[in-house]
């Protein structure tokens, strides 16, 4: 049976791979327990004694702040790692999948980005992501044998992994009568759930008993639509009213990024293109409130 060795089994994209890659192969999934990405040489030992024909990595350094004050271990695990994934995996004639983000941009544009746009990261975690698909690119250019996809997303959450910002927001909604939300910056939304069975449709064409060409490459997947963080909060708001959910909050103000400082510069607008991946997909991404409905009622079924 086709062994398929995913990485990141217990983040929010990796709970909801575990999923969608099951009826593909015999998966076999890690977390950080038995694979600690900031050492190298495990990765190469590890993907040499399971021989998957394909490695989905859903593990990265993902916390955007602390990576400006922990910039060696950011781009270990989103750089490095990658790297000796791509390596080891071309040795064996495995195919790669990795993920990177919509942090790979500055945000300067008004129209959705496209994969062949030039790069700008504002801070330490968006450079260790391009990084680590740089990384994987340039094993490509030297084995073109490799066959890999970088799917770059953005502003994920989902009812697992250790937390988001519908999460928050719920919580936070619970306790407060007014939230302050963020307005200035648009993105989409994209439930783990969608990224995981898009991660399943490509995973299905590099497992053809013929290898499809020309599918390697980077692509860009999000939910439909776009939205800002305001936007965001107020339907998470209003979804999980709608299921009788208890909430103190009463009032959701929009406010500027100059408002809620951080460590790190965000993209003011990083909606991503989902264009090229379309051909692979069966069917367009769902729009982002339609999926955030699905993901709200399952935490409420979670809770209750
Ligand atoms: N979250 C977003 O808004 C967002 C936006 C755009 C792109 N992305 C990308 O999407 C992918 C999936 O993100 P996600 O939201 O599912 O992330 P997540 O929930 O934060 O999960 C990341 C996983 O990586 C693991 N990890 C971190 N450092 C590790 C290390 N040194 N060794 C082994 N495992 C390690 C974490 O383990 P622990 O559970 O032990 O910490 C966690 O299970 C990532 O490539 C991310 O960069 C995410």
Known sequence: MTRILLIGQDGQVGQELQKTLAPLGEVMSVGRSQLDLSAPEQIQRLIQQVTPRLIVNAAAYTAVDKAESEPALAHAVNAVAPEQ?????????????????????????????????????????????????????????????????????????????????????????????????????????????????????????????????????????????????????VAIIEEARALDWPLAVQQITPITTAEYPTPTRRPAYSVLSNQKIQTILQAPPPQWRQSLRQVIRELYSQKS
């Open 85 to 233: 994934m791509a390596k080891s995996a071309q040795a064996l004639g495995a195919a790669l999948i990795h993920i990177s983000t919509d942090y790979v941009f500055d945000g300067s544009q008004s129209s959705p980005y496209l994969e062949t746009d030039p790069t700008h990261p504002l801070g330490v975690y968006g450079e260790s992501k391009l990084a680590g698909e740089t990384a994987v690119q340039q094993v490509h250019a030297a084995y073109p044998d490799l066959q890999y996809a970088i799917l770059r997303t953005a502003w994920v959450y989902g009812a697992g992994g250790k937390g988001n910002f519908a999460k928050t927001m719920l919580r936070v909604g619970a306790e407060r009568p007014e939230l302050r939300v963020v307005s200035d910056q648009i993105g989409t939304p994209t439930s783990a759930s969608e990224i995981a069975r898009a991660i399943a449709a490509l995973a299905e064409q590099f497992l053809q008993p013929t290898r499809p060409e020309n599918l390697s490459g980077l692509y860009h997947f999000t939910n439909s639509g776009a939205a800002s963080w305001y936007d965001f909060a």
